[in-house]
């Protein structure tokens, strides 16, 4: 199993350029709710993250795609970190915490119920 870190720091700028990509296959863990509540989860996911070009105050332009959705992602160089929307409403983030690990915030602004924490474990694909 290759490493999530270790993986988003081997992206150089040249890898942009050549289009790699970056595959995580992910499976919930736990998922909890606005009020705290958590249940356990195992249902899959798999982000796959196509660099765009490097962004200005280096910020890195993704295209992620996941369960049927493609958007526009941003990530601040040298972060463990993967930001997005799917709509004006809706703000994401996929936070790599270590090697397996990974965290992922939906917040949609307008039905506060509808707001979700889940805890993944993930392997990097190629």
């Known amino acids: 199993m290759k490493s999530l870190i ?4 081997a992206l150089p700028a040249p890898t942009f350029a050549e289009g790699a990509r970056i595959v995580f296959d992910c499976r919930t863990l736990t998922r909890c709710d ?3 509540s958590c249940d356990v989860a195992t249902d ?3 982000f796959t993250f196509a660099p765009l070009a490097r962004g ?4 890195d332009l993704y295209e ?5 959705v493609t958007a526009k992602a941003e990530a601040p160089a040298g972060l463990r ?3 997005w929307s799917e709509g004006e409403a809706d703000r994401q983030t996929l936070l790599l915490n270590d090697d397996t690990h990974a965290t992922w915030h939906r917040l949609r602004e ?4 509808n707001t979700e924490i889940a805890f993944l474990r ?3 694909l190629q």
């Not at 270790?6 to 720091?9: E, T």
């Not at 200005?56 to 910020?59: F, G, L, Q, R």
């Not at 992620?64 to 049927?68: A, K, M, R």
């Open 81 to 83: 970190q993967f930001s």
């Open 56 to 59: 200005t105050d280096e910020i």
């Open 44 to 46: 899959p996911h798999r």
């Open 122 to 124: 993930c392997e990097v």
């Open 110 to 113: 307008n039905d506060a119920g």
């Open 64 to 68: 992620v795609s996941y369960d049927e």
């Open 34 to 36: 606005a009020a705290g």
């Open 6 to 9: 270790l993986m988003i720091a």
